[in-house]
Structure formats: structure tokens, C-alpha cells
């Protein structure tokens, strides 16, 4: 016996989430369908804080997830960071995602970066029965992914980076007296990236004008059920620009955009073609077309594939909007706004958040805020702890 269509389910609605019920019986809502949709979550409380953006702001030990082409231009040497979520704690407590990512510079001219990150999405505990009712048995689907990254100043102003990925999903359980045997499926990916950062003069204050791009998850399908429910994984290309300048000494603040687009093509529906034999069989060419298709072939095709055509395309995008003050890069405050078109998702929420920073640690934590009240997503929280690699050595090397 197997669960994987309801873990599948479960792990779907951690994701579309929001009012997304709402709008279930209208004709227009039609979000697009991936695997491992906990590859979309965002690790970090930093990032979730400011509405889930990150794509040209400052480099951090997070940035394998946002754009990994920044740590070609981090100050330290090295940082590690350890950030826990617990997902839809309105709705039950043992869900979570746990990310551990870091980088380290190499080489002698500060233009060289290797990274790695290792996520781990927990699905809690799902209680299940054989046929009949019997063989009562627990399992614990979850998914994960491990990832290693190489980043490169190109010049003084930009970098690109690369990273590669292997994912797991194990959302089934076996049943030995049915002889019944379900084993996780398996995928391949890589991210490549850039980030361009300048230093224009704006009066008497220097302020940084970055831009960044990263396009995740490029890679093989990943195949469920012994590979009879192949998925796309949720490709996605992110674009983002950050303007920080001084409001004062010690006192910064930057604003953010992002804008994200699933690069995934939109599964054919049976309501968008005509009734009757030949709108049933045009459908199931469609949709066996879909199931066909290519990871590089639905990347363009997503592009041109929305049965509304480019209203419907626009829709597929997500917005991130967010601010960050900073005082002495030892306090942080911050605030944001992600909005989701309604059919499409309809994930809309504040993101706010506040770090706290010494020599070798920093602690931030952000709190989700969803502009519906029913919505699962409402009161999340999020906690990164950060160790910086230059404030350790400073500290080791005092003692000596």
C-alpha cells in the first residue's frame, strides 16, 4: 500500500497555501503544479522578513538559497548558519524545515567562493492502515536536497556563480506483509547566477546599487510511485535590485525588490477545451504532452503555454517587496510584503524581522503576518543563528 498521493497532497497545500480554497471552484484558479515544493520555502529568517526576497542584498551565509553569486563578494573569510522553521504551526507541530548553509573565500585575491547548504523538510508524523484496517503503521515523509556551489568575481562589479544538487523525497512507507515495497524518487538540479553591485555618489554619501539573478533548480524530473508520476521540479528564476545609502553614520537602510517566476509549464486542464469526444481527446494529447515534456523544453515553455496567454503569465509571477534599517551592522530591522496573484496561490503576508549581531554570532528571527486570517501561513516563525569565521579568528587569536 501506498500514501505518496497523500503526502503529496500534504506537502502541496504547505505550499498553496493562503485563501487558495477559496477560489478553488473558479474557472481561472490554476496554480502551477511542481515536486518538491519545499525547495520554494525560504530557509532564512533574514530573507522571510523582508517578504521572502534576496536576490541582490547583502551577501550572508544564506545567499546559496537566493543567489549564490554574492559570496564572491562577502567580506568574511568564511560564515555558517543554522535556521529553523516550524511550517504551518497553526495547523499541526511536528512540520518543519531546518537549513544549515555556508561559505568559505578561497584563493589569495578575495575573488573565490565555495558554498554548500543542506536542507531538510519534515512532513510530521502521518499514521496509516494496511487494507481492511490492518497492519497499522507510522511513517514520516520528508524531503531533502544537498547542494555545493563555486562562485567567481568576473570583475570588480560582478560575479557569477554555480551550484549543483541532489534531492530526495521520501513521501511513502512499505508494508512487508503485502510484499509492498515504496522507495523515495531522486533528482538532479544546478543554479547558475550573477550579481552586479556598483558604489554611485548620490550628494555627499556613497550609497550600493546591486542587481542579481539566479535561475534554481534546473535539472532532472523527479519521479514518484517507481516512476510511473514523474514531476517537474519547481525551476525558478529570480530577479532582484537593492539600493542601500546612509541615513546617518552608523545608520543604513536599503530597499529591496524581487520578482520570481516558476519556470514550469502549466498543466492542461479539462475545463479549457470544448465538451465532447473531440475536447476529451485533444485533452488527453495535451496533457500526455505535458507529462512528456522535457525539463529544458518546459523551461521555454513556460513562457507562452498559459491557457489565458500573457495576462496569464503575469499572473504566474511573484512579487517581494521589503526594506532593511541597520545600525553599525550590529542591530537590524526589517519589514516586508510578498504578494501571489489569487489564482495562482494566493499567497499574500507581511514578513517582519530583527536581528542582533556581536563579533562572532549574530541571531535573527522574522514573524509572518498573513493578510488573510484563515491562511495556514499566518504567525510563522523563523530562527537563523549565524557564526561568523573572522570573528572567531579574532577572538582565538586575543587568547594567544
Known amino acids: 500500500m501506498k500514501l505518496i498521493l497523500k503526502t503529496i497532497a500534504l506537502s502541496l497545500t504547505a505550499l498553496l497555501i493562503g485563501s487558495a480554497s477559496l477560489y478553488a471552484q473558479k474557472d481561472e484558479f490554476n496554480p502551477v503544479q511542481t515536486g518538491v515544493n519545499s525547495l520554494n520555502i525560504a530557509p532564512d529568517a533574514r530573507g522571510a522578513s ?38 504551518l ?7 518543519f524545515l531546518a537549513n544549515l548553509a555556508g561559505y568559505y573565500k578561497i584563493g589569495s585575491n578575495d575573488n573565490q567562493a565555495l ?5 531538510y523538510f519534515s512532513l510530521g508524523e502521518v499514521n496509516a492502515s494496511g487494507p481492511d484496517g490492518i497492519g497499522n503503521q507510522s511513517l514520516n515523509p520528508y524531503e531533502m536536497s544537498i547542494d555545493l556551489g563555486y562562485s567567481r568575481k568576473l570583475s570588480e562589479k ?12 521520501d513521501l511513502g512507507f512499505s508494508e512487508s506483509y503485502a510484499g509492498d515495497q515504496t522507495v523515495g524518487a531522486s533528482a538532479f538540479s544546478a543554479d547558475i547566477s550573477g550579481y552586479y553591485t556598483t558604489y554611485p555618489i548620490i550628494g555627499r554619501n556613497e550609497c550600493q546599487w546591486s542587481w542579481g539573478w539566479n535561475i534554481s533548480n534546473i535539472g532532472t524530473k523527479i519521479s514518484y510511485n517507481n516512476g510511473e508520476d514523474p514531476a517537474f521540479l519547481p525551476t525558478n528564476l529570480r530577479l532582484g535590485t537593492s539600493f542601500t545609502f546612509p541615513l546617518a553614520d552608523y545608520h543604513n537602510l536599503s530597499i ?43 523551461i521555454f515553455k513556460s513562457f507562452t503555454d498559459a491557457p489565458g496567454g500573457g495576462k496569464e503569465e503575469l499572473r504566474e509571477i511573484t512579487w517581494s517587496i521589503g526594506a532593511e534599517y541597520s545600525y553599525n551592522q550590529q542591530f537590524f530591522l526589517r519589514a ?33 503576518l498573513a493578510t488573510a486570517q484563515t491562511s495556514p501561513l499566518d504567525q510563522t516563525l523563523r530562527f537563523t543563528l549565524t557564526f561568523d569565521m573572522d570573528g572567531l579568528r579574532d577572538i582565538l587569536g586575543k587568547r594567544r
Open 336 to 368: 516586508g510584503y510578498f504578494y501571489e496573484n489569487e489564482y495562482k496561490g494566493n499567497r499574500q503576508y507581511f514578513g517582519l524581522g530583527a536581528g542582533f549581531s556581536l563579533n562572532v554570532v549574530r541571531l535573527d528571527a522574522s514573524y509572518m
Open 50 to 87: 523582508m517578504g521572502d526576497l534576496g536576490a541582490a542584498t547583502e551577501p550572508d551565509a544564506n545567499s546559496q538559497y537566493w543567489n549564490p553569486s554574492k559570496y564572491a563578494f562577502a567580506y568574511s573569510q568564511g560564515a555558517a548558519s543554522l535556521s529553523y522553521t516550524p511550517w
Open 158 to 169: 560582478f560575479s557569477m556563480g554555480v551550484v549543483f544538487r541532489y534531492i530526495y523525497s
Open 89 to 95: 504551526r497553526k495547523l499541526v507541530n511536528d512540520i
Open 256 to 298: 529591496n525588490l524581487d520578482a520570481n517566476k516558476l519556470l514550469v509549464p502549466t498543466k492542461p486542464r479539462r475545463s479549457d477545451f470544448e465538451q465532447g469526444i473531440e475536447g476529451d481527446e485533444e485533452y488527453l494529447h495535451k496533457l500526455e504532452d505535458w507529462e512528456n515534456m522535457s525539463p529544458i523544453t518546459g
Open 115 to 119: 558554498s554548500a547548504s543542506l536542507r
